[in-house]
């Protein structure tokens, strides 16, 4: 069974940068597991923020940004604003499935 | 706009089905691949199905393979998600979801397996 992994949870201050990472039991993330990023807040659906390792929707924020680092797929988000304070799931492609990582929670404080 | 509505969801018996639909409008839905997702309360996403265009390749989650079928009717713009030999750990938020890119949601349909 393939697992996706995420960091639990995750703290950053107003204005900082965090990076949130994505890893496959499978061994190193490429891009050809596509990787997807959403982000969810309370009692929300899903809001798709990066596609294909680094490519953003028309709605995604400038502070955004996707890549590759270290075999994992990684979302990182420069000039952290109070509002992105969510839960956020990355999501890869298996060829005959794909899988959601379990989620990170990140806190504005 | 691109809106996406499910619908069909409610309470089931376990062992029971229930045919889950979304309606698509605001795009060419015959010219996407489309997923279910779901979300049992309080967890996290978990992918389900996805479908191609014309629905001649479909493939599924381990965990519904065998009781679940995704099928789509381009001429109703409509997806469909048949769900049988249903199980509380079925019970969650059913989302569909736009693909190629994976791009819009819709708000979900909450199915609950309870006896």
């Known amino acids: 069974q393939t697992v996706v992994t995420q960091e639990p949870s995750l703290t950053v201050s107003p204005g900082g940068t965090v990076t949130l990472t994505c890893a496959s039991s499978t061994g190193a993330v490429t891009s050809t597991f596509y990787p997807n990023w959403v982000q969810q807040k309370p009692g929300q659906a899903p809001r798709p923020l990066i596609y294909?390792?680094?490519d953003k929707h028309s709605w995604t924020p400038a502070r955004f940004s996707g890549s590759l680092l270290g075999g994992k797929a990684a979302l990182t988000l420069s000039g952290v604003q109070p509002e992105d304070e969510a839960e956020y799931y990355c999501l890869l492609y298996y060829g005959s499935s794909w899988v959601f990582g379990g989620g990170t929670k990140l806190t504005v404080l | 706009e691109v809106q996406l509505v499910e619908s069909g969801g409610g309470l089931v018996q376990p062992g029971g089905s229930l045919r889950l639909s979304c309606a698509a409008s605001g795009f060419t839905f015959s010219s996407y691949w489309m997923h279910w997702v779901r979300q049992a309360p309080g967890k996290g996403l978990v992918w389900v199905s996805r479908i191609n265009t014309d629905g001649s390749n479909t493939i599924y989650a381990d965990s519904v393979k065998g009781r679940f079928t995704i099928s789509r009717d381009n001429a109703k713009n409509t997806l469909y998600l048949q769900m049988n030999s249903l199980r509380a750990e079925d019970t969650a938020v059913y989302f569909c979801?736009?693909?190629?890119?994976?791009?819009?949601w819709g708000q979900g349909t909450l199915v609950a397996v309870s006896s």
């Open positions: 979801v736009r693909d190629k890119p994976i791009d819009y």
């Open positions: 294909s390792t680094s």
